[in-house]
């Protein structure tokens, strides 16, 4: 069976600090990869998606980017954090076919 | 694009009542759609969904929702909530044409079940 982790769980960082949140999938090939972040009052916002290795999408303009080394590897990144980065962040994966998206744990970002 | 609306932020309920959790979309094209629930501090995990055939789909822990295309709704219901439905809960549609399969959510309606 498919299984998605994301790390670290929790994480406070200073205004200006960079960011990595680390996204996998196990169980699966070629899935795609959704980022999206969930901030209080404003539901579910798609960050970014990708079909393939290295193939990015971004939905919404922001000092945040993503990356796909690995088939299965999906991070998201940051050089300098705002305090509006603040923020649930969700990884989700599909497989071409099924039209359903598997959403990850979460990590909790707060920027201070 | 597509646009969903939960009309209700909050919908507060006694254990063991109906409940009916609404959602309308809107839509230049078909499309899928879904129901996901939300616990604290959790992911979200999918309740149901609806991709073609009958248009009342059941779902995980006793849900249901019916879909209606001339009023492009597409309404939750659990016929007798427990305590532990207490959860946020989250419609969501996407476009049928696109291969990528973007999700489109509402704002959430966060559902308290007391004794």
Same mark, same amino acid.
């Given at each position: 069976? #498919?299984?998605?982790? #994301?790390?670290?769980?929790?994480?406070?960082?200073?205004?200006?600090?960079?960011?990595?949140?680390?996204?996998?999938?196990?169980?699966?090939?070629?899935?795609?990869?959704?980022?999206?972040? #969930?901030?209080?009052?404003?539901?579910?916002?798609?960050?970014?998606?990708?079909?393939?290795?290295?193939?990015?999408?971004?939905?919404?303009? #922001?000092?945040?980017?993503? %990356?796909?080394?690995?088939?299965?590897?999906?991070?998201?990144? %940051?050089?300098?954090?705002?305090?509006?980065?603040?923020?649930?962040?969700?990884?989700?994966?599909?497989?071409?076919?099924?039209?359903?998206?598997?959403?990850?744990?979460?990590?909790?970002?707060?920027?201070? | 694009?597509?646009?969903?609306?939960?009309?209700?932020?909050?919908?507060?309920?006694?254990?063991? +009542? !109906?409940?009916?959790?609404?959602? =309308?979309?809107?839509?230049?094209?078909?499309?899928?759609?879904?129901?996901?629930?939300?616990?604290? =501090?959790?992911?979200?995990?999918?309740?149901?969904?609806?991709?073609?055939?009958?248009?009342?789909?059941?779902?995980? =822990?006793? *849900?249901?929702?019916? *879909?209606?295309?001339?009023?492009?709704? *597409?309404?939750?219901?659990?016929?007798?909530?427990?305590?532990?439905?207490? +959860?946020?809960?989250?419609? +969501?549609?996407?476009?049928?044409?696109?291969?990528?399969?973007?999700?489109?959510?509402?704002?959430?309606?966060?559902?308290?079940?007391? !004794?």
């Amino acid at each position: 069976s #498919q299984t998605i982790h #994301q790390w670290p769980a929790t994480l406070v960082q200073p205004v200006g600090s960079p960011l990595s949140l680390e996204c996998t999938v196990e169980g699966t090939s070629n899935p795609n990869l959704y980022w999206y972040r #969930q901030a209080a009052g404003r539901g579910l916002q798609l960050l970014f998606y990708s079909v393939g290795i290295g193939q990015i999408s971004s939905e919404v303009p #922001q000092n945040l980017s993503a %990356s796909r080394p690995q088939d299965r590897q999906f991070i998201l990144s %940051s050089k300098k954090l705002l305090l509006s980065d603040s923020g649930f962040y969700l990884c989700a994966w599909r497989i071409t076919g099924p039209n359903t998206q598997y959403f990850g744990p979460g990590t909790r970002l707060t920027v201070l | 694009a597509q646009s969903v609306t939960q009309l209700d932020s909050q919908v507060p309920v006694f254990e063991e +009542a !109906p409940v009916e959790l609404r959602c =309308n979309y809107s839509s230049s094209v078909s499309v899928y759609l879904f129901w996901y629930v939300q616990y604290p =501090n959790q992911g979200l995990q999918l309740l149901l969904k609806y991709l073609s055939g009958s248009t009342l789909v059941k779902g995980i =822990n006793g *849900f249901e929702a019916e *879909f209606n295309k001339s009023q492009t709704s *597409f309404h939750l219901r659990k016929p007798s909530v427990h305590i532990s439905d207490t +959860a946020e809960y989250f419609c +969501a549609v996407s476009d049928r044409g696109k291969g990528y399969s973007t999700l489109t959510f509402g704002k959430g309606t966060m559902l308290l079940v007391s !004794p």
